[in-house]
């Protein structure tokens, strides 16, 4: 493997990774699409449960017919005559507008003429009475025809009035917006009350496809005609327009621009009504108000009780009643209180996530912790540029799409260099069973190999006397072809103890002497950087490169463990994780670790472990794991931990003899493909 080589294959997995982020974010794309704005929307409404908008100047007050007012009169519907005394009672305050958020399609039920027939003992003379009684029908359209009332409409399409014989009141100009809802016919109220009203506005106002309520419709077609909204019509009223003008994406209304969406909706930022700007009706009728509680103001008289018709969710609650939605739009009109997402918007979002993916395809490869936060930061800034503009500007800017494309391409490259590392992984144990099955060429020089590098380790008597704190054994089997691995065990000062485990890429003598090479580089760089195992790693990983004329590769991990504390600091190199031995059962130790040796510059992390007494850490080489038997099967990840019999208080010995068993019992005789190197360390104490 020449030094060209392995920059032309690392640029290549470069590219393949950055292929995948892509590729992924596009996928995020799509999603992004599909989902539409159903994750936006969810995180808007917990902002608008965090921040909701200040209502307690709003010049809107409801006029609510609750239970008290039911408990006072009766059931609903009430009679037209106690609606004209309510009416009659509001508007001697002279408010701006009064507002009915409900319909009068029938005459009143209790009609003089109606009562007359319902009792056929009463006198002549006591039905001729009756019937000269006024209708509260014609008493109730009097007063409405004397004070600032709008009356609701509702678009339907089918049993209707014609759309052509309606006073349509606001003269709608301009452009209407391009899917503005249409209705074929109007339901409307009865002749008494229709024609008198100052003003009419439409009461239709469906939720969004999850049930909620956001928006308030402001304008919608019934025939070919444009019509306001109910909250529409009573800001215009309140205000004294005769006109509005509509465009695509706004609407105005004097000197004011109001945003609205292609179906004629304003999306409202929602707040808690204050109590006091809602008057239950049995108190107007027993007039237990201030005297100026609606002077000057905008009044809108609708049903608020339990088993009301109009209870519906919104973003602050799962129930709530629509005449309080009505009112808060009304307020917004007057005083701004909108949510707005201009067309530009579409455009920061999308860019938002370009940026995004970039940063991700550019930082995350390059497998540098401090770079990684790059990507991270900018998703928050995103998250909260997003809350800033929502809550200070009453903006939607939904970060949800860039997070989405963002993440989706962060997978991708994750999941693109997970395969990448698994196929360098392949790449260099091929290359490295290549260059044994070459070495076997020269027997004098695997001979030379083994003889250099079972002379340099220590021995295992050597190893059991080194402290009595400490029980240490390990043994290291070359195969009949090949040999590269080697361990070493030193000790640093009265406490410390250094270990490591290797195994070289490489064939025949070449591979002996990077080995021997390895070793004693390894050795002095340990003795010079104990205090700093991080330093040391990145100062071995430079030296060995600095001699490797023949690109060679070495995994490796090292370590020291503190025989006081049993506080052991490990780096890994591309190397198999450790196994942990604690009380009888054994489990692999996960590292964070790194590439092997001089295959890139990188910051291996030195890792922690506190050994308790009586725990054992076991380290090993590929060649447990690969070996194979006969057929070719693998020993693998399984059998090694099966393997490892550690009961209560078993020795270093003990446990590497029994793993070095069971792996020749597994082979059955069949040539060992690779070095054999088990290292048990069991902390005493």
């Known amino acids: 493997m020449t030094g060209s080589k392995s920059v032309s294959d690392s640029g290549h997995a470069l590219r393949r990774v950055r292929v995948a982020g892509i590729a992924a974010a596009l996928a995020g794309v799509l999603l992004s699409l599909a989902v539409g704005d159903r994750v936006g929307r969810a995180l808007f409404d917990g902002w608008q449960r965090i921040s909701p908008r200040d209502m307690s100047r709003s010049n809107v007050r409801v006029v609510a017919i609750d239970a008290e007012s039911l408990a006072a009169l009766g059931a609903w519907p009430w009679p037209r005559y106690d609606l004209a005394r309510l009416a009659e009672v509001i508007a001697a305050q ?54 600032p009332v709008i009356l609701g409409r509702l678009g339907v399409d089918h049993d209707g009035a014609n759309p052509e014989s309606l006073v349509v009141d606001a003269d709608v100009r301009g452009p209407l917006p391009r899917d503005l809802p249409v209705r074929s016919q109007a339901l409307i109220n009865i002749p008494e009350l229709e ?6 506005g439409l009461l239709n106002g469906p939720p969004d496809t999850d049930g909620i309520v956001r928006r308030v419709p402001l304008l919608a077609r019934v025939g070919t005609r444009p019509m306001s909204g109910l909250a529409l019509e009573m800001a215009r009223a309140s205000l004294g327009f005769d006109s509005l003008t509509s465009g695509d994406h706004h609407l105005m209304l004097g000197d004011r621009a109001i945003p609205i969406d292609e179906q004629g909706r304003m999306t409202l930022r929602f ?17 237990h108000f201030r005297a100026d509680s609606f002077t000057g103001k905008v009044v809108l008289i609708g049903q608020m009780s339990e088993g009301s018709v109009d209870i519906v969710a919104t973003p602050l609650a799962a129930e709530g009643f629509g005449t309080l939605v009505q009112a808060q739009a009304i307020d917004a009109i007057l005083r701004g209180g909108w949510l707005a997402r201009p067309a530009w918007v579409p455009w920061i979002e999308w860019g938002e996530a370009t ?3 970039a940063l991700v395809l550019f930082f995350v490869p390059r497998a540098r912790r401090g770079r990684l936060a790059v990507p991270l930061l900018a998703g928050l800034a995103v998250l909260l540029s997003s809350w800033i503009v929502f809550d200070r500007f009453d903006l939607l800017v939904d970060p949800a799409r860039s997070l989405v494309v963002g993440v989706a391409a962060l997978a991708g490259v994750v999941a693109a260099l997970f395969f990448e590392a698994r196929r360098e992984r392949e790449r260099l144990r091929d290359t490295l069973v290549r260059e044994r099955i070459a070495a076997a060429a020269t027997e004098g020089e695997l001979q030379a190999a083994r003889t250099i590098q079972l002379g340099m380790l220590p021995s295992r008597a050597g190893l059991a006397d080194i402290d009595p704190r400490i029980d240490i054994d390990a043994l290291l089997e070359p195969a009949k072809s090949v040999g590269g691995d080697f361990f070493d065990v030193l000790r640093l000062d009265a406490d410390r103890i250094a270990f490591l485990i290797a195994d070289v890429t490489g064939k025949g003598v070449p591979a002996a002497l990077f080995m021997a090479l390895s070793k004693a580089l390894a050795k002095s760089v340990m003795l010079r950087e104990s205090a700093d195992l991080a330093a040391a790693a990145a100062m071995l990983n ?14 490796m991990l090292i370590g020291e463990i503190d025989l006081g504390t049993g506080a052991v600091t490990m780096v890994n190199a591309g190397h198999e994780n450790p196994l942990l031995v604690h009380e009888g059962t054994v489990r692999p130790h996960p590292m964070e670790g790194g590439p092997p040796f001089c295959i890139v510059d990188y910051p291996w992390p030195a890792e922690p472990l506190m050994l308790a007494p009586g725990e054992t850490l076991i380290l090993i080489t590929d060649g447990v794991t690969e070996a194979q038997n006969g057929h070719g099967a693998l020993f693998g990840n399984d059998r090694t931990l099966a393997a490892v019999e550690a009961p209560q208080g078993a020795t270093a010995s003990a446990i590497v003899e029994g793993m070095r068993a069971c792996v020749r019992a597994f082979e059955a005789g069949a040539e060992a493909s690779d070095d054999l190197t088990i290292m048990a360390i069991r902390y005493v104490g």
């Open 94 to 147: 002279h408010p701006k507008a009064i507002g009915f958020d409900m319909l009068f399609p029938e005459p009143d039920r209790v009609r003089p003429d109606l009562f007359a027939n319902l009792y056929p003992e009463l006198s002549p003379a006591a039905v001729a009475e009756l019937r000269r009684l006024e209708p509260s029908d014609r008493l109730f359209g009097r007063v409405i025809g004397g004070a």
């Open 195 to 200: 024609p008198v009203a100052l003003g009419h």
């Open 271 to 287: 707040g808690i009504v204050p109590p006091n700007h809602v008057i239950s009706a049995a108190d107007v009728l027993r007039r």
């Open 355 to 357: 940026l995004l993916a």
């Open 542 to 555: 430079e030296e060995v490169s600095r001699d490797n004329l023949d690109s060679m590769g070495v995994t």
